[in-house]
């Protein structure tokens, strides 16, 4: 068993630290504050090859795969989380597009997000329930050569910054009722909705859209009518867990940071407080905590990679990566005192951020319903 990163990986980890260290700093008080996700970065992350991680070069991408994605976005989110957050999603449009559409499809829309010209979107979740993807109410019906679509999607990330969504709507019923679309956000009766207002992440995008009698062109249609359902999830599952698991990763290096900094410079009795072992005992917690997370995430994304199935550890990751970053959040919080509830410390925001990781890309219980389903299978009779 291998252990470590390639040389070019490792490249790739520090031009990316370097990049979220000199450049998203500056922005974070207007992100917290206007809840804007700063467009201005977009190029210049293209240029580093975040927008285009995994888009392969004939696209416009660097093409290196999930766990140098993984690296990309835990290195993001080490610095501010609405990054990886906004930075995620826009893979999923990318994997979306590239696994299920044509080769004009994808002539068509992947440089444009492989080279930061947009965001990419992937809109699932309707008012209705976003863990009930069959239960959805958006309907998108076929009239001579048009899908005509109506409905409403919402806590959808990148909403207002995109060009254009992807678009997953009822074309029938059950399992094979639904497909995916590609929607430009100026066809007529594509509409923005209300763009939401969180307690954490502040700095991504996350809000509605509205589809009133929206027509679109049957080219538009990604992979076969009937087949949305394998698109969401496939890519919910291999994209979203594991883009969800890394954010949350990247939070939790940053609570580790926090948590550490903080126990070597408060002083009480006469020396910093990481001398004391119930300090010690919380650290090692939140340390143990990221190492597991650590390895689940790398894990799932390198299984990824080469082509295995990996919904089980995707899920897996995300939805342990995810409370284990509110969990050790807690504890950074209990070693900085009242200090650790005040907006001048990062840990109140790691917290925030954190709790909000939890639902986004899937819910926990969802997750574990999955790993469930695979735990148990040996046992089946
Ligand atoms: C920041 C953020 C960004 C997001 N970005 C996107 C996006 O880009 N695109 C998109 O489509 N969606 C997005 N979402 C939506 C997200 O995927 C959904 O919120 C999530 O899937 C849960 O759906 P829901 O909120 O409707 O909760 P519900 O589905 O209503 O769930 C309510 C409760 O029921 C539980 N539950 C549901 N099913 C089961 C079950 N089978 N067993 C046990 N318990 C169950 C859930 O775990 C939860 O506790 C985002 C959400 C957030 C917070």
New binding site residues.
């Given amino acids: 068993m291998e252990f470590a990163f390639t040389e070019r990986e490792e490249l790739l980890r520090k031009a990316v630290r370097e990049f979220a260290e000199a450049e998203i700093p500056p922005k974070m008080e207007a992100m917290e504050e206007t809840g804007e996700f700063p467009m201005d970065l977009l190029k210049p992350m293209a240029q580093v090859g975040i927008t285009g991680i995994i888009t392969p070069p004939e696209y416009g991408g660097v093409g290196m795969g999930y766990l140098a994605r993984t690296i990309v976005l835990e290195e993001l989110g080490r610095v501010c989380a609405a990054f990886p ?1 906004a930075l995620q ?1 826009h893979h ?1 449009a990318c994997a979306a597009l590239n696994d299920f559409g044509t080769d004009e499809q994808k002539k068509k829309y992947l440089p444009a997000l492989a080279t930061g010209e947009t965001l990419g ?5 309707d ?1 209705s ?4 993807l069959i239960g959805m109410k958006t309907v998108a019906e076929l009239k001579g050569d048009k899908y005509i679509l109506n409905g409403r ?7 207002h910054l995109a060009d254009f969504w992807i678009v ?1 709507a009822k074309t029938g019923e059950g399992a094979k009722g639904l497909s995916a679309f590609i929607v430009d956000k100026d066809t007529p009766g594509a509409k923005l909705g209300r763009k939401e207002n ?1 307690f954490g ?1 502040r700095g ?1 995008n ?1 809000g509605e859209l509205v589809f009133d009698n929206c027509e679109i062109s049957k080219e538009n249609l990604i992979g076969q009518e009937g087949q949305g359902l394998t698109v969401a999830l496939k890519t919910i599952s291999e994209t979203g867990r594991t883009g969800m698991a890394a954010t949350a990763l990247g939070i939790l290096q940053a609570i580790y940071e926090e948590a550490g900094k903080f126990a070597n410079e408060r002083v009480l009795y006469g020396k910093p407080i990481s001398t004391l072992q119930a300090i010690q005992f919380l650290v090692a917690e939140i340390y143990t905590q990221l190492d597991i997370c650590r390895l689940l995430n790398y894990r799932a994304s390198w299984m990824k990679d080469k082509d295995m199935r990996c919904d089980t550890e995707t899920g897996m990751a995300k939805f342990y990566t995810c409370n284990a970053a509110v969990e050790a959040a807690k504890k950074a919080i209990e070693i900085h005192g009242s200090y650790g509830i005040m907006k001048e410390y990062a840990i109140q925001r790691l917290f925030r951020d954190a709790m ?2 939890v ?8 997750a ?2 999955g790993i469930g389903r695979a735990a148990l299978a040996p046992f089946r009779k």
């Fill in positions: 957050m999603v999923m979107v992937v809109a699932v979740t008012p329930g976003g863990s009930d999607k919402c806590f959808i990330t990148n909403s997953i969180k992440l991504a996350t909000v990781t639902p986004a890309g899937g819910t926990a219980e969802v574990k319903a």
